[in-house]
Structures are given as structure tokens and as C-alpha cells.
């Protein structure tokens, strides 16, 4: 990224984030209280994957392992859209957009490119030349301490850390471990059009870009990876799934897996279109190879 783009996209940055930080004092919480309500020993778990993916799905069974994703009065609300819960920050998801614009794009039209480092370079910018050059930092780090719940576990899920989640290292400053959402391309694709009315050719032009450049910001080892409607299909499999990925990172599961609890959140008439397709042989190369990717790091889960 050239510098005159990287200083105006900062200095845009800081602009965007300036009104969302206000939401930060609405919050119940005091400044004082931020360091203590984040728990560095414990990892933070990510959830992400391309939007209309199922990882509103896969945040919503972490919960009952006893995780927390955000304050009550932070959670974007369920919808039409989404009936059982977005289990989203309101408020790291405005933060998340701000960035994606200041870049020059937005989730449904990402930046060409975003640079693993653009907390730094636009960091580094602010600094040159504003005297609000500690905003961004402040932002990002208060944002996502003030929003914690303090629970000995936090959730994290928002799809645009498939494109953002280099930056956002730097800033979190903990073990990350990550559980990937992935579906079949076409069905991402139409149900972005069901519910935006988004032409299925750029649906899944997104869906490749969001999953490629995922896979360039991860190390698969630190990752479970779950294909959507295996979930909905095997909730009991995706159950024990958990389980078994955080007992390996030293999270704390309950006594007893939460098998009927997960079923019942993943019942079928509520996750109706979770079918699985054949991956279409029409679509482009690059997407397929994505795909069998995912699908690769997937099996390899389930042989652990």
C-alpha cells in the first residue's frame, strides 16, 4: 500500500472510529476495569468464516460449553436474517467495518488489498501526523477488553476476521485458537441473495475471496474446521468435536457434553437450508481448490 493511501485511509480511520468509540462509555463497564476482565492465560477462540456460512451456528453451541461471546447489551440482535442469534459484538464489528473502509472497502466488497500489517502501517501514519495518534490503538484494544464478559473463556466471532485477523494479533496479545465455518460455495451464494438480493456470481467471488485469504492468515493446527451442514446433520460428531479441541488447548469443558442442548439449537426446521450439495463442477478453479482445502483441514480433524 502506497503511503499517501495508507495516511488518508488512517486519517479516515481515525474519523470512523471516533464515533464508535463513544459506544464504547455506554457500555457497563469503567475504564479502570477494562485490564481486569481479560484473562491472559486463557486463549481467546475466534469464530469466522465468510458470512451466511454457519458461524452464528458454531458460536451459538460454544456457549453452552460455558464460553461467553460479548455483553448482553453489546450482542447484535437475531433477525429474519438470522433467527437464533447473531452471538456478535455490535460494537467489534462497527470497529471491524471502519477498518474494512478506511482500507477502501467493505465486507461485501473487500479491499484488493489488505496488507497483514495494516495495524501497523496505519498506526504509523497516525502517529506521523495527528495528535489523536493513540486512537486507533486505544480503540482496538479497549473495544475488545470492554466488551468482555469476564468469563474464564471469551468467544470472538465475527466473519470479517477472515479478512482482518493478521492486524487484529497484534492487538489481542494471547493464544488464539480458531474454529473455521465453511459451506458448500453455491449455498453461501444463494443465501446471500435470499437475504440481500446479492447476484450469485459475486456471492461466490466472495466466498473464495474471504476463504482464500483466510487461509493465508492461520496455521491449520491452532484451527477446528467444520463444514456447515455436517453440524446441523451430525450435531452429536460436532459436539464431541469441541470437546476434543478444547481439551487440547486447555479450555475447561463440562463434565458431561451439552449433546442434547446442541441438538436442540441445531434442530432442523431453524437451520432448514443447512442442506449439503455437490460442490458445483461449474465454478472457477481457484474456488474448488479452496474448497477441497477446507475440506482437507476438516478430515484431518475428524482423524485426530
Known amino acids: ?6 495516511a488518508k485511509s488512517a486519517e479516515m480511520l481515525v474519523t470512523k472510529i471516533a464515533s464508535v468509540c463513544r459506544d464504547i462509555e455506554e457500555l457497563p463497564i469503567s475504564s479502570s476495569q477494562v485490564s481486569d476482565r481479560v484473562d491472559s492465560n486463557q486463549p481467546l477462540v475466534i469464530v469466522t468464516g465468510m458470512h451466511r456460512s454457519g458461524t452464528s451456528a458454531a458460536a451459538g453451541t460454544l456457549t453452552y460449553f460455558g464460553v461467553s461471546t460479548t455483553l448482553k447489551e453489546d450482542l447484535i440482535p437475531s433477525d429474519e436474517g438470522n ?4 452471538f ?9 467495518d471502519s477498518v474494512l473502509e478506511a482500507l477502501g472497502g467493505s465486507w461485501e466488497a473487500p479491499p484488493e488489498s489488505i496488507s497483514g500489517c495494516w ?9 506521523a501526523s495527528s495528535r489523536n495518534s493513540q486512537r486507533l490503538q486505544l480503540a482496538l484494544r479497549t473495544a475488545l477488553a470492554a466488551v468482555t464478559t469476564g468469563a474464564s473463556v471469551e468467544v470472538w466471532k465475527d466473519p470479517r476476521l477472515s479478512l482482518l485477523l493478521s492486524g487484529w494479533r497484534k492487538v489481542i496479545g494471547r493464544k488464539i485458537v480458531m474454529v473455521i465455518v465453511f459451506r458448500e460455495p453455491i449455498e453461501t451464494a444463494r443465501s446471500l441473495f435470499r437475504r440481500d438480493g ?10 473464495e475471496t474471504y476463504n482464500r485469504k483466510l487461509l493465508t492468515q492461520i496455521e491449520p493446527a491452532e484451527a477446528l474446521f467444520c463444514r456447515y451442514s455436517a453440524m446441523v446433520t451430525e450435531p452429536d460428531a460436532w459436539t464431541a ?3 476434543s479441541f478444547f481439551s487440547r488447548n486447555g479450555i475447561r469443558t463440562p463434565d458431561q457434553l451439552p449433546l442434547s442442548r446442541v441438538r436442540g439449537f441445531l434442530r432442523p426446521e431453524i437451520h432448514a437450508d443447512a442442506r449439503s450439495e455437490t460442490v458445483a463442477s461449474a465454478l472457477s478453479r481457484l474456488t474448488l481448490e479452496v474448497f477441497d482445502q477446507l475440506e482437507e483441514y476438516r478430515k484431518d480433524v475428524i482423524r485426530q
Open 198 to 207: 446479492m447476484p450469485i456470481d459475486q456471492g461466490l467471488a466472495l466466498w
Open 88 to 96: 456478535e459484538s455490535r460494537l467489534l464489528a462497527l470497529l471491524n
Open 241 to 243: 468435536q469441541i470437546g
Open 1 to 6: 500500500m502506497e503511503t499517501r493511501t495508507v
Open 83 to 86: 433467527r437464533t442469534g447473531y
Open 119 to 127: 495495524l501497523a502501517e496505519c498506526t504509523k501514519q497516525i502517529c
